[in-house]
């Protein structure tokens, strides 16, 4: 069964722009969870989708905001990029309620 | 909301001996505590998991314990390879879908 795939893989934006990312679940996981990896600040929660609807939320500005489709994919988006945005952002799927997550390799976002 | 703390930030074992690595949390509805090990470029991968209803779990030289009543969990890895090297993370989780994680922990196997 094929892993979690996340594209781009890496980014470089200008402070100010957008970026939207990219995330498929393992085939059959309805959860699709982000994450936002700084050597600062670790491994923070950004949110969790399942079956399209937003189900939990980080403590992140409303500049962050995602979605899911109806096969699972899931889109994470950032506007107004800031330079403290700069970050591996992870998504991770999960089968139906059971907990276990699986992450994807992350997209690199560097913003100068 | 939940806080996990991790120790230790970074640990060197010789090849062979074992590594043990420590976790507590704060919310008492966790009830899914996963281990996570991320190799330099990658994400995070699942090694071994335990839910609240279990104090022990094994898998090979891998093994998970938690205590419920301290709030707290280890990972305990045995006959340490040069391949066990990477930074590993525990979790706490309370609802579906979000964990909370600690900071990490830089294992390095010096062979």
């Known amino acids: 069964k094929a892993g979690v795939t996340q594209t781009p893989r890496y980014l470089i934006k200008t402070r100010g722009q957008q970026v939207t990312l990219s995330c498929s679940p393992i085939?059959?996981?309805?959860?699709v969870s982000w994450y936002q990896q700084t050597p600062g600040q670790g491994l923070q929660f950004l949110f969790e989708?399942?079956?399209?609807?937003?189900?939990n939320k980080g403590n992140f500005p409303g500049r962050f905001s995602g979605r899911q489709f109806s096969n699972s994919r899931s889109e994470m988006n950032v506007s107004t990029l800031e330079l403290g945005d700069s970050a591996l952002y992870l998504c991770?799927?999960?089968?139906?309620?059971?907990?276990?997550?699986?992450f994807g390799p992350g997209t690199r976002l560097t913003v100068t | 909301g939940e806080n996990v703390e991790q120790h230790p930030s970074t640990l060197s074992v010789q090849e062979g001996d074992s590594a043990v690595i420590k976790c507590t949390y704060s919310?008492?509805?966790?009830?899914?505590f996963p281990w996570y090990k991320q190799e330099l470029g990658k994400g995070p991968q699942l090694i071994i998991d335990?839910?609240?209803?279990?104090g022990e779990k094994k898998d090979q030289r891998i093994a998970v314990t938690l205590n419920k009543t301290a709030k707290h969990f280890s990972l305990h890895i045995t006959e340490t390879q040069p391949e066990d090297s990477a930074v590993y993370f525990c979790?706490?989780?309370?609802?579906?879908?979000?964990?909370?994680f600690g900071d990490g922990t830089t294992l390095t196997v010096k062979p």
């Open positions: 991770a799927s999960s089968p139906i309620d059971r907990g276990e997550q699986y």
């Open positions: 979790a706490a989780s309370s609802a579906a879908g979000k964990s909370t």
């Open positions: 085939s059959g996981h309805r959860s």
């Open positions: 989708y399942f079956s399209e609807t937003q189900r």
């Open positions: 919310d008492s509805a966790s009830n899914y």
């Open positions: 335990i839910r609240s209803n279990v």
